[in-house]
């Protein structure tokens, strides 16, 4: 959300922008289903789609302001300094001028990328299906370093010079940004799809074996465990005091972050991959019944 405006791509193969009253201020077709998160920059929205193209889209009118040919995206695009980093189905991670949608670079990953790349440092890290992690530089796309952590579907949080990043293989893994190296892990007892929130003090990773988890970030000791009644698929968001994570179970639930007790649940229909948004006071939610949801928070 952006001054009041939700961007929403849906399977119907349309983006939609949403005033705060969730009445359509636009919509925009696209080729294929598009299940990339849209992002924004400068008055552009920045979407990828299954036709396989990166779209930017103006932001009050929906109208096209450059199209740029990708392979097939479900990557979320990620934006910093004015270039968009976004992985695709082609095996390529791609840095396009968020301006004018014209290529800068492309690193090859080596296999399909399902998950948001995220830039923190200079360096952009970015999981692919095959299970390698690959760090590279933010403006060349040039190899810092690599390693096999099981295939990835989970986007990667960095804190303090920590990356976490979930696995299929039932891990969370902490490694050092700058070599790689593993500093701990932490298995759940289902494949982790979905990507963790860090505070402070805690790793919020959910897992397909229906349970939240928070995680001391200096050890990879667990604090407490939450089963929400359904597998997990997207990540938790975190308010000052409760955290908010959406379940196959159909519910929305907020939890107390010291203690994990849970403080409220609220049926929202299977929400699959859709991550919660907080702003405002209000809770932004999507589900596979074709609705956006939108709730107050008790």
């Known amino acids: 959300m952006v001054d009041g405006v939700s961007y929403v791509g849906s399977l119907s193969n349309v983006v939609f922008a949403f005033d705060a009253d969730g009445n359509v201020i636009w919509r925009f077709r696209t080729g294929d289903d598009v299940s990339s998160s849209p992002a924004f920059f400068a008055g552009i929205v920045l979407v990828g789609s299954l036709d396989g193209h990166l779209y930017g889209l103006d932001a009050a009118t929906g109208d096209l302001v450059w199209r740029a040919e990708t392979g097939q995206i479900a990557s979320g695009p990620t934006v910093k300094d004015g270039t968009v980093f976004v992985g695709s189905w082609d ?58 952590v099981g295939a990835q579907y989970s986007t990667a949080a960095v804190r303090n010079d920590v990356l976490f990043v979930g696995s299929v293989d039932g891990n969370l893994y902490a490694l050092d940004t700058v070599t790689g190296d593993e500093l701990w892990q932490f298995a759940t007892d289902g494949p982790i799809t979905a990507s963790p929130a860090v505070s402070a003090d805690a790793v919020f990773i959910g897992s397909t074996d229906g349970n939240l988890y928070a995680i001391d970030v200096e050890t990879g000791e667990l604090i407490w465990a939450v089963d929400t009644g359904g597998e997990i698929r997207s990540a938790p968001v975190h308010g000052r005091n409760l955290i908010y994570i959406a379940s196959m179970s159909g519910l929305l639930t907020a939890i107390e972050k010291n203690t994990g007790d849970i403080v409220w649940q609220i049926a929202i229909g299977t929400p699959l991959g859709s991550t919660p948004v907080l702003v405002g006071g209000r809770i932004y939610v999507g589900s596979d019944d074709g609705n956006l949801y939108v709730y107050g928070r008790p």
């Open 91 to 148: 095996g390529n991670l791609y840095a396009i001028d968020a301006r004018t949608g014209d290529q800068r670079w492309s690193h090859a990953a080596g296999a399909e990328i399902f998950s948001t790349p995220t830039v923190a440092g200079g360096v952009v890290y970015v999981a692919n299906v095959a299970g390698t992690l690959s760090a590279v530089l933010e403006r060349t796309g040039e190899l810092l370093w690599s390693r096999n």
